[in-house]
């Protein structure tokens, strides 16, 4: 069956590439894993191979690329920080930043990074935060209420 499909190889790559340059081989190597998984009568009418049905997987794992792709939110919060600036607490404050840390990640993914970028040296303001991060205000300052309410619980 994917001997079939795979004979059309280079169609697939100019379907993946009008929709994203840079990963098109790496989706249409997806495509293969997931049309292997498909019952063949999905994908073959009468012995041939129903081109419509790869050009939607393809698609849609292109489109699932972009959603995943805007997703990403890639914060450089210590550009400007000294190494010497991140190391001035005691023994006992980091074991307690390292905890906090913790319970934060434990609670949602991103809340650990809104910490430390909210307790860099910069001191940014909420908005500074939503600028840097490309996420809304008012979610910044819903966040960051939880996230003071854990260090609360954890002092």
Not at 42 to 47: A, H, K, M, P, T
Not at 75 to 88: P, S
Not at 127 to 147: A, N, P, Q, V
Request: charged share 30%; hydrophobic share 30%.
């Amino acid at each position: 069956m994917l001997k079939e499909i795979a004979k059309y190889h280079h169609e697939w790559l100019k379907i993946a590439t009008y929709y994203t340059n840079d990963h098109a081989e790496d989706i249409v190597q997806e495509m293969y894993l997931r049309v292997a998984d498909v019952d063949p009568d999905r994908i073959f009418q009468d012995g041939k191979l129903k081109k419509n049905f790869i050009y939607t997987v393809i698609r849609n794992l292109c489109l699932d690329y972009h959603r995943a792709k805007d997703r990403v939110i890639k914060v450089d919060f210590l550009e400007d920080t000294e190494a010497t600036e991140i190391c001035t607490q005691s023994e006992e404050q980091h074991q307690q930043h390292l905890e906090i840390c913790e319970k934060l990640r434990q609670e949602h993914f991103y809340y650990e990074t809104l910490y430390l970028i909210y307790t860099s040296s910069d001191n940014p303001s909420y908005r500074d935060i939503s600028e840097k991060t490309g996420i809304s205000l008012m979610t910044i300052y819903s966040d960051m209420k939880k996230i003071k309410q854990i260090i609360k619980d954890n002092e």
